[in-house]
């Protein structure tokens, strides 16, 4: 459910919101709403340890390998 919300900015800050919402196709409440998104996003993993924020995604690109071939990898590895 989507509610008004009415802010009070500073004139520079709008008239870049308006040239920022036009270069990018997007609405300026599209703009703000993503915002605030990242920073609870932000919020609700802070308490994820530094070693595992460093790892998140790593994996997000590339495909997850199989569990059988990297028990193989390991094995020969630990043969050698």
């Given amino acids: 459910m989507n509610k008004k919300l009415t802010l009070n900015v500073d004139e520079s ?3 870049f919101a308006h040239e920022y919402s036009k270069k990018t196709h997007q609405s ?3 703009i ?18 530094s070693s595992a924020k460093e790892l998140y ?6 495909e997850i390998p199989d569990k ?13």
Avoid: A, P
């Fill in 13 to 15: 800050i709008i008239d």
């Fill in 32 to 49: 703000v709403e993503n915002y605030f998104i990242h920073l609870k996003t932000e919020i609700d993993t802070s308490d994820i340890s």
């Fill in 28 to 30: 300026i409440s599209n």
């Fill in 57 to 62: 995604g790593i994996l997000e690109m590339n």
């Fill in 68 to 80: 059988k071939e990297l028990r193989k990898e390991f094995h020969e590895k630990s043969i050698n």
